[in-house]
T-cell receptor, first 110, second 113 residues
């Protein structure tokens, strides 16, 4: 059973387009994190959101935590080839157990 | 440089031969964790530790052991590896876990034949 569902699973877009990746659950999380992973490497933390409704921006990336702390979204504006990678969301529950989504594989075509 | 170091990077072993994957962090993090990553299943937590001598089971602990005798080290032990433990393994550390996110190691690709 997957606690966190990410959609879409695969995304291929042209350079300059905008996109949104979703991370949904029926469970409440203490925090939610987004990571990007390159092939053969460990995930790299992009952001942590802890408050329901919180919005964080990291250059062209905008992250939002749902009001009920059950879901999150990642929006990329004007995607670039360097954004290509596997995007993972992860939710933390009481007791510090973490659950990762299965990821969204993004390809940005020049 | 702040980092999590795992060794080895690649390992091929035979069924039943005990092995240890080492993990060390230089950030004085209290929280450390082990994950395995499999196609279609994503990252699944094996064990985690919130401090020295404190360890807890994650989602998939069967067949694995861990120890946390010092703050910086968190080795993963497979007492009797089996082919279904063939996977990509990641060690990760965090200042607090839930509020700060993880720093991951570069991974250990384990093949059990």
């Amino acid at each position: 059973t997957q606690l966190l569902e990410q959609s879409p699973q695969f995304l291929s877009i042209q350079e300059g387009e905008n996109l949104t990746v979703y991370c949904n659950s029926s469970s409440v999380f203490s925090s939610l994190q987004w990571y990007r992973q390159e092939p053969g490497e460990g995930p790299v933390l992009l952001v942590t959101v802890v408050t329901g409704g919180e919005v964080k921006k990291l250059k062209r990336l905008t992250f939002q935590f749902g009001d009920a702390r059950k879901d999150s979204s990642l929006h990329i504006t004007a995607a670039q080839p360097g954004d290509t990678g596997l995007y993972l969301c992860a939710g933390a529950q009481p007791g510090n157990q973490f659950y990762f989504g299965t990821g969204t594989s993004l390809t940005v075509i020049p | 440089e702040a980092q999590v170091t795992q060794n080895p990077r690649y390992l091929i072993t035979v069924t039943g031969k005990k092995l240890t994957v080492t993990c060390s962090q230089n950030m004085n993090h209290e929280y450390m964790s082990w994950y395995r990553q499999d196609p279609g299943l994503g990252l699944r937590q094996i064990y985690y530790s919130m401090n020295v001598e404190v360890t807890d089971k994650g989602d998939v602990p069967e067949g694995y052991k861990v120890s946390r005798k010092e703050k910086r080290n968190f080795p993963l032990i497979l007492e009797s590896p089996s082919p279904n433990q063939t996977s990509l393994y990641f060690c990760a550390s965090s200042f607090s876990g839930w509020a700060h996110g993880y720093t991951f190691g570069s991974g250990t690709r384990l093949t059990v034949v």
